[in-house]
C-alpha cells in the first residue's frame, strides 16, 4: 500500500501511518524523497545536518560570558547547566538538560549565532532541547533525526490550518507550535503509536493556548527565551501523558483550529508589536529605553 501524504490534517497522516505500518516519519521520508527525486538517504543526510547544526549550538550557547547585542540576555543557559551537572536539580537531569539546552539555543540565537529556525528563529530552542536531551539520555541518532520528519510534518499542518507567526497569532503559534513538534517528535523517539503522537501535539498545543507575543523592546529575548524553556519543559509532559495512554478529549485538528481563532481574536497589542502585555510594563518600557534611547 503506498498513502498519498498530504499536510491538511494530522488526523490524516495518522492515518496514513497506521495503515502503512510504519513511522510517520518514515513515510515523510520517502514522499520527500520522491518529491525532490533524491535517494531516501541523501534526504536523510541533509536532515542529519540540521540536526547537527541544532547540536553545534550547545556548548557556545552556554558560554558564561555569553550575550546578546542588547545586554539584557545571556548566561542563564550556563547557570541552569551548571546547577544540573551538580546534581542539585529539584526536577533532575532529563528536564534540567531540557532546560539549558533550550535556554542556550534561545541565547545562542539572541546573540546572532548560527541556529535552525524550529519552526521559527523565536521558539527555536524547543526541539533541539528535546531531542538532544532525548540522545543524551541514550535513544539513537538516527531515530533522533528521523523524528525532525515527524516534527516537520506537525508544523506543515499547523502552517496549513493555523500560522507559524508571533505577528500573526501570538506566541501560542510560534512557541506552542514549536511544543507541539517537539513533542510528537519525542513520542516517535521512545516508539510510541501514532495516536499517541496526535494526542501529546493536542496536549502541548493546548497547554499554550492564548499565549501571547509581548517582546520587551521588540526583540526576540524577554521573554521569548524562557519561554523556550517551558515549551521544552511542556513537550516532554506531552510525550509522557501520551505515551502512557493519557488521551486527549480534543482532537489535534481541533486545537490547531481553535488556535488559529484565538490567535485571529488577538488584539495586535499582544501580536508581536511590543505594545501590550510584558512590553508594556514599567519594567519592559525602561528596558526598551535603556537599549534604544527615549526616542
Do not use: W
Request: with cysteine; proline share 4%.
Amino acid at each position: 500500500m503506498n498513502c498519498e501524504l498530504n499536510y491538511k490534517s494530522l488526523a490524516g497522516l495518522v492515518n496514513a501511518a497506521k495503515a502503512e505500518h510504519m513511522p510517520l516519519s518514515a513515510l515523510v521520508l520517502r514522499q520527500q524523497a520522491a518529491e525532490l527525486e533524491l535517494p531516501e538517504e541523501e534526504v536523510y543526510r541533509r536532515m542529519l545536518e540540521r540536526y547537527q547544526v541544532m547540536e553545534a549550538c550547545i556548548e557556545p550557547g552556554c558560554q558564561p560570558d555569553l550575550r546578546s547585542a542588547s545586554g539584557l540576555t545571556g548566561g542563564d543557559a550556563a547557570r541552569v547547566r551548571a546547577r544540573v551537572e551538580s546534581g542539585q536539580t529539584l526536577t533532575g537531569p532529563v528536564l534540567g538538560g531540557a532546560l539549558y539546552r533550550a535556554l542556550a539555543v534561545s541565547e545562542y540565537n539572541a546573540a546572532m549565532g548560527r541556529i535552525v529556525a524550529a519552526p521559527t528563529a523565536g521558539s527555536c530552542g524547543i526541539l533541539p532541547a528535546v531531542l538532544l536531551t532525548l540522545r543524551e539520555r541514550g535513544y539513537a541518532q538516527r531515530d533522533c533525526v528521523m523524528s525532525l520528519f515527524t516534527a516537520s510534518a506537525v508544523g506543515l499542518v499547523i502552517a496549513e490550518n493555523a500560522c507559524l507567526a508571533g505577528a500573526q497569532g501570538g506566541c501560542q503559534a510560534e512557541c506552542g507550535s514549536a511544543a507541539a513538534m517537539a513533542a510528537a517528535a519525542a513520542v516517535e523517539v521512545a516508539v510510541g503509536t501514532p495516536d499517541a503522537l496526535d494526542d501529546a501535539v493536542a496536549i502541548a498545543l493546548k497547554s499554550q493556548l492564548g499565549l501571547v507575543c509581548d517582546p520587551v523592546a521588540g526583540l526576540v529575548e524577554i521573554p521569548c527565551i524562557k519561554r523556550n524553556a517551558a515549551g521544552a519543559a511542556i513537550a516532554l509532559m506531552a510525550a509522557e501523558l501520551a505515551l502512557a495512554g493519557v488521551r486527549s478529549r480534543i482532537p489535534a485538528d481541533e486545537v490547531i483550529t481553535a488556535m488559529k481563532r484565538v490567535g485571529d481574536a488577538l488584539p495586535a497589542a499582544l501580536k508581536e508589536t511590543a505594545e501590550g502585555g510584558l512590553a508594556s510594563t514599567p519594567t519592559g518600557r525602561r528596558l526598551q529605553a535603556q537599549v534604544f534611547g527615549k526616542g
